[in-house]
């Protein structure tokens, strides 16, 4: 699993790529590490990262082995844009998981440090109701030590109790690449 090309930035409905391909979608708050984890995870730079919140701003399709596409999704939670703009996200990223056009699975990106917010568990609900395969990540554990990593895998679980470790929970870093084999394995799994 190497190749990944660009596809298309989606802005409005119409412009959801034609080709019925399988799609993983990343998900998650803004400044979580979505875009770094494309980078991470085919070692490239081809995704926009930023330290500040909201770099992504677009739907962002990449292709990969020409086989499905990685969706990554403009993070939720950001106050600086406009109340409009996130209302048109937000439409956007619904239509886009209620389409059942394609296979989907839904990778959820959360910072390790931080406690799931509101948006997290509304995110969780949706994406269980539309029944869609569904991950998490827990993103940035380079910035934990030994005692807050069980500490952080304790608090997911026990918001989301359908976790469970290595199987469709997570630990990851897209700075020390931590976790990359395991995610490797999985996306090889689910899609090639
Ligand atoms: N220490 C550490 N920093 C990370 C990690 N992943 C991402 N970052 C940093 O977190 C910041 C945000 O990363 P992005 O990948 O742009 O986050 P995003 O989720 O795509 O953000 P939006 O596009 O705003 O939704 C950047 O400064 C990254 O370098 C990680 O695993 N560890
Ligand atoms: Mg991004």
Redesign the pocket.
């Known amino acids: 699993m190497k190749k990944i090309e660009f596809f298309k930035s989606v802005f409005s409905k119409n412009d959801f790529p034609k080709e019925n391909l399988s799609q993983l979608i990343l998900c998650?708050?803004?400044?979580?590490?979505?875009?770094?984890?494309i980078n991470s995870v085919f070692k490239t730079k081809i995704?926009k990262?930023?330290?500040t919140?909201?770099?992504?701003r677009s739907l962002n399709f990449y292709k990969v082995e020409n086989k499905f596409f990685i969706v990554?999704l403009?993070?939720f939670g950001?106050a600086k844009v406009s109340q409009k703009e996130r209302e048109e996200w937000n439409k956007l990223i619904l239509s886009l998981l209620s389409n059942y056009t394609s296979i989907k699975v839904a990778f959820h990106?959360i910072d390790s440090r931080h406690e799931p917010q509101e948006s997290d568990i509304e995110l969780n609900r949706f994406v269980h109701a539309q029944e869609i395969p569904y991950f998490v990540i827990l993103?940035?554990?380079?910035?934990l030590n030994q005692k807050d990593k069980s500490e952080s895998v304790r608090r997911i679980v026990e918001y989301f109790p359908e976790l469970i470790i290595n199987e469709n929970l997570f630990l990851?870093?897209?700075?020390n690449g931590f976790g990359s084999k395991e995610i490797k394995q999985l996306i090889t799994k689910l899609f090639l």
Do not use: L
């Open positions: 998650g708050r803004s400044n979580v590490g979505k875009s770094s984890f995704a990262t930023s330290s919140p909201g770099k992504t990554d403009p993070g950001f990106i993103n940035k554990i380079d910035k990851f870093s897209a700075i």
